[in-house]
Every structure is written in structure tokens, then in C-alpha cells.
């Protein structure tokens, strides 16, 4: 295979994940007249029309499709054994992540510096988002992921869990009503989060020895953003539902107090996902085996799995 036709399939693998010429072209760092020409050209070499080209959106035809089902592996393992070679089995290269901002700031950040002596040719581009990206168009290599995975084209393995605790500044509850029971916060101002990707309304159930309680009070206001939705907190304007890891240092502060901390919140799945291929990459392996133990290690994202079925049904 020489260098044109490399490019050209590896152009063609970027064109079909991304469903455009265009973004194909800015991700590959190339003027978009020279992919074209490069998928002109392999398209001619072959003898078949690998793309359906339309005004709106690319897409590959049968044949495309399995052309790329096949080269796709291939072309990983080809940059694999290049990288292997030029570095002397150093684990090198760009990994992209993609995780919750929760995630990233209070589980990922404190650790990455352990992960980065371990790699130190490894380069990090990570993006937090209150949505669930498509891996695959938007070319990340894997991501740490709360709640359920439902995309058949990920690997999903399942490495946490997300409590959540209910809380409120100190200001706020001296001068609101008692608080003894989940029955009492119909007498409280409930603050309510939107999941961003749906505009879904988050329900909580509390949980204590067997004991189930759903919160249904409407709340007097809502946020889509899980910084800001927390600074409410802060603000004294009343109680949220949020990641116990995100308010344990105000915990510690006396900023906020916890609410009712024998009742339980549902707590989340955290899943460690990536795109299937048959040969994983070696920046994707190293991060799985470096995030499984960080879970495992953490007492504040342990697995376990009390409540969060109905989370799930909840969010699906």
C-alpha cells in the first residue's frame, strides 16, 4: 500500500465517521478539494462507489461499508505497530477522553499526574460535557460515561458509581422548616435539574433500610448545568440532588450541609465506553487499566448497584 492510498483510506475511514468531506478534512488537518481527489482516486483504484453523496450528509454505500469494516482495524493496527516501533514500546501518542465534568474535576484531575508518569508520551486532549457525544463522529478514543449506555457500536464496561447526597447551604436551613423526613421537603424549595441532551427532569428516590421515597415536589426553579445548579445550592436558594464527590470539600468548609443523610439518593452507573474494534488500542488499554483500579480505590465512586435501576428507567 503506498502513501496516496494510505491517506486516501485513512481520509475514507474519517469521511464515514463523520458523515461529511468537510469535517473530515479539518480533522485530518487537509484541504477538502484534496480529499476529494484522494476518495476520486480509491474510489477508481477499486472499481466500486464507496460514498452516497447528497447536499446534506456523505454516507458509504454497501460496499463502502464493508470496505471500511475491514481497513478500519487494519489502519489502527498499522499506526499501533509504527508508534510501537518509533518509540520502543512506549505507550505514545493523542488519546481523546470524553467524561462528565463531576468526573473530570474530582476523580480524573487529582489522579492524572499518576497516569502521566506512568505515559509520559501520551498526549491528553479530554472534554467534559453534560451531553453524550458521538464517539465515533467526533473521533474520542473512549469515555467515562454516567447512566446508561445503550449505543450497540460501544463497548460499555461498567467501573462505578456516582452517589449523589441531597444538601443545602447552612443560611438556607436555619431558616427554613424541620427537616426530619422525605415527606418534609414538600415544605422546602426544591431545586431541579434538566439533563441537558433531553430536557428530562431529574426524579429522585430516596432509599433507607428498604424504605423507598420519590420526591415529587415541583421544584421553584431548575438548571441544566451541574456547576451552576451546585452554586444555587450555595447561594442559599434551597436543596439539590448532586454527586457526593462534587460537595465534599464544601462539606468540609461548612459551605453546605448534608440533607437527611441516612436517606440515600438513587445512585448512577459509571461506565468506562469505547468504540468496538477487534484490536484495541494501546493508549485505550493503558487508560482501562489505569481507571478501573482508580474506581475501585475511591471511596466515593465505588461500585455498587442499590437504586440505580430505577435511575435508569428514570433517564432512558
Not at 18 to 43: D, P
Request: glycine share 8%; charged share 20%.
Amino acid at each position: 500500500m503506498n502513501t496516496i492510498h494510505l491517506e486516501a483510506v485513512r481520509a475514507f475511514c474519517r469521511i464515514v465517521e463523520t458523515g461529511g468531506f468537510g469535517k473530515a478534512a479539518e480533522q485530518l488537518g487537509m484541504a477538502k478539494t484534496t480529499v476529494s481527489g484522494q476518495i476520486q482516486a480509491l474510489e477508481e483504484g477499486l472499481g466500486v462507489t464507496l460514498l452516497h453523496r447528497s447536499t446534506r450528509r456523505v454516507s458509504p454505500t454497501a460496499d463502502g461499508l464493508a470496505y471500511y469494516e475491514t481497513v478500519k482495524p487494519l489502519l489502527e493496527q498499522f499506526d499501533e505497530a509504527n508508534q510501537y516501533i518509533a518509540t520502543r514500546g512506549q505507550i505514545s501518542g493523542r488519546l481523546k477522553i470524553e467524561t462528565t465534568a463531576p468526573l473530570g474535576s474530582y476523580l480524573l484531575m487529582p489522579a492524572l499526574p499518576e497516569f502521566l508518569r506512568r505515559h509520559p508520551d501520551l498526549q491528553l486532549e479530554i472534554r467534559c460535557s453534560e451531553r453524550a457525544v458521538d464517539l465515533i463522529a467526533e473521533g474520542i478514543d473512549c469515555a467515562l460515561r454516567g447512566g446508561p449506555v445503550t449505543d450497540p457500536d460501544l463497548v460499555c464496561r461498567r467501573i462505578g458509581q456516582m452517589r449523589f447526597c441531597l444538601c443545602a447551604s447552612p443560611d438556607y436551613l436555619a431558616n427554613a422548616p424541620a427537616l426530619n423526613h422525605p415527606q418534609d421537603l414538600a415544605n422546602h424549595r426544591n431545586i431541579g435539574f434538566r439533563f441537558p441532551g433531553s430536557d428530562k427532569l431529574y426524579t429522585c428516590t430516596l432509599h433507607r433500610d428498604g424504605e423507598h421515597f420519590t420526591v415529587e415536589t415541583e421544584p421553584v426553579m431548575t438548571f441544566n448545568n451541574a456547576d451552576v445548579y451546585t452554586n444555587a445550592a450555595l447561594a442559599g436558594l434551597g436543596i439539590v440532588n448532586v454527586p457526593k464527590a462534587s460537595v465534599a470539600h464544601y462539606f468540609a468548609d461548612g459551605r453546605l450541609a448534608e440533607v437527611l443523610p441516612e436517606w440515600a439518593p438513587d445512585s448512577m452507573p459509571v461506565s468506562l465506553v469505547y468504540p468496538y474494534a477487534r484490536h484495541r488500542s494501546a493508549r485505550v488499554q493503558a487508560f482501562v487499566d489505569w481507571a478501573v483500579p482508580l474506581f475501585e480505590q475511591n471511596p466515593l465512586w465505588p461500585l455498587c448497584w442499590a437504586g440505580w435501576n430505577q435511575t435508569l428507567r428514570r433517564l432512558g
